[in-house]
């Protein structure tokens, strides 16, 4: 039987993915001017403006399906119905080539300014980080099942494990916008 606790190599990896996916994104935004900010590449893409947004939205959404599993009794099926997941999460977030739509509680509406947008971003990453770090519940043994299908049940670190992932994911996404046709100038 797999430990249900987070292992000491999954703490390290979730919690540099963490930190690293934090530095990541806001070396990438800082810098943006306000034009930037707003460009987007095309009527239906988003500016880089709108993926903090959505960010923000989503680390608050994901951390809230941990708290949900641990509020929920143990899955005694959790080691079968999770099984093979935290390869899949790495792979399939990874993959931008395909297109994902985002569930509408998480889509973006434009109403966040820039730093409440940052502010919003870097208080959820430091509760997720220090949560990360100093967990003692069996995370494995916590499920709560996933809007797509193809993810299906998902264990507490399997969630957390998300967090940094999808952020990856939206980072590369704010390089593409940065490499389009049009992008403006830093001047």
Request: proline share 6%; hydrophobic share 35%; net charge negative.
């Amino acid at each position: 039987m797999t430990d249900p606790q987070m292992s000491d190599g999954e703490r390290v990896h979730v919690v540099r993915l963490l930190q690293q996916t934090r530095d990541d994104f806001l070396a990438t935004v800082t810098p943006v001017t306000d034009a930037q900010w707003d460009f987007r590449p095309g009527l239906d893409r988003w500016s880089i403006g709108l993926i903090a947004e959505h960010l923000g939205l989503v680390e608050r959404g994901l951390f809230g399906r941990i708290e949900r599993a641990l509020e929920g009794d143990a899955n005694p099926d959790w080691q079968a119905a999770t099984a093979g997941k935290d390869e899949l999460i790495e792979k399939m977030l990874r993959d931008r080539g395909t297109p994902r739509r985002a569930p509408e509680r998480v889509v973006p509406i434009g109403t966040v300014g820039r730093e409440e947008a940052l502010r919003i971003y870097r208080e959820r990453r430091a509760r997720s980080l220090a949560f990360a770090e100093t967990t003692a519940d069996p995370l494995r043994t916590h499920t709560v099942d996933h809007h797509r299908p193809v993810f299906g049940t998902l264990n507490g670190y399997q969630w957390l494990l998300y967090i940094p992932l999808h952020n990856q994911r939206h980072i590369q996404q704010i390089e593409e916008i940065k490499a389009a046709p049009g992008y403006p100038s830093g001047d």
